[in-house]
């Protein structure tokens, strides 16, 4: 079984640009979560989506968003990128919410925004 | 803001020896996992400990969960040089969010 897959591992952009980054997630599997981690701040969540809809938000700007497509895929998008928004983007996977499952993470993607 | 708090922010110890982190948490809690990170990689899931439980095993490790003092404690025996890696406990915050600690960055030397 193939584990979940995040594309580009990594991306280098300038300030002002947008970036979409894609994740697919354990066949199988309905809920999508994105967390962003950076040294100062850790690991923060994004949004979760679970059968195309969006469940949970975290506190980041609107420039952060997302979405999930029929086939569980998800993409998150970054619009009018900051230098702050350097960071290790994650997602991941689980069968349901249920508040047990484990997260199933990909390698995630090395954001860089210069 | 980090449901759970992980000590030390750091750890180096010899191979071999055992390795224990700690981490708090605010909220009551249903569940506590706890995940490794290897550098710039994924989290990976590595045990959950129901509220209702005290102690829990899983090869090397052992899982204990004080609800009364709002902590849990992971220990590592005989640990080895692949054991270096970041450790996280994680918790449900929330509508089914999982909110994840900064972490104890955990270095065994050969």
């Known amino acids: 079984k193939a584990g979940v897959t995040q594309t580009p591992r990594y991306l280098i952009k300038t300030r002002g640009q947008q970036v979409t980054l894609s994740c697919s997630p354990i066949?199988?599997?309905?809920?999508v979560s994105w967390y962003q981690q950076t040294p100062g701040q850790g690991l923060q969540f994004l949004f979760e989506y679970f059968s195309e809809t969006q469940r949970n938000k975290g506190n980041f700007p609107g420039r952060f968003s997302g979405r999930q497509f029929s086939n569980s895929r998800s993409e998150m998008n970054v619009s009018t990128l900051e230098l702050g928004d350097s960071a290790l983007y994650l997602c991941a996977s689980s069968l349901e919410v249920t508040g047990e499952e484990k997260l199933f993470f990909g390698s995630g993607t090395q954001l860089s925004v210069l | 803001s980090q449901q759970g708090e992980e000590d030390p922010q750091a750890l180096s110890i010899q191979e071999g020896e055992n390795a224990t982190m700690n981490c708090s948490y605010k909220?009551?809690?249903?569940?506590l996992q706890w995940y490794r990170q290897n550098s710039g990689r994924g989290l990976v899931h590595l045990i959950l400990?129901?509220?209702?439980?005290r102690e829990k095993h899983s090869g090397r490790l052992r899982v204990t969960l004080d609800t009364s003092k709002k902590s849990s404690s992971l220990l590592i025996t005989a640990s080895r040089a692949a054991d270096t890696a970041s450790y996280f406990c994680?918790?449900?915050?929330?509508?089914?969010?999982?909110?994840f600690g900064q972490g104890t960055r955990l270095t065994i030397n050969p």
């Open positions: 400990i129901r509220s209702n439980e």
């Open positions: 066949s199988g599997h309905r809920s």
């Open positions: 994680a918790t449900v915050q929330g509508a089914q969010k999982l909110v």
């Open positions: 909220t009551s809690i249903n569940n």
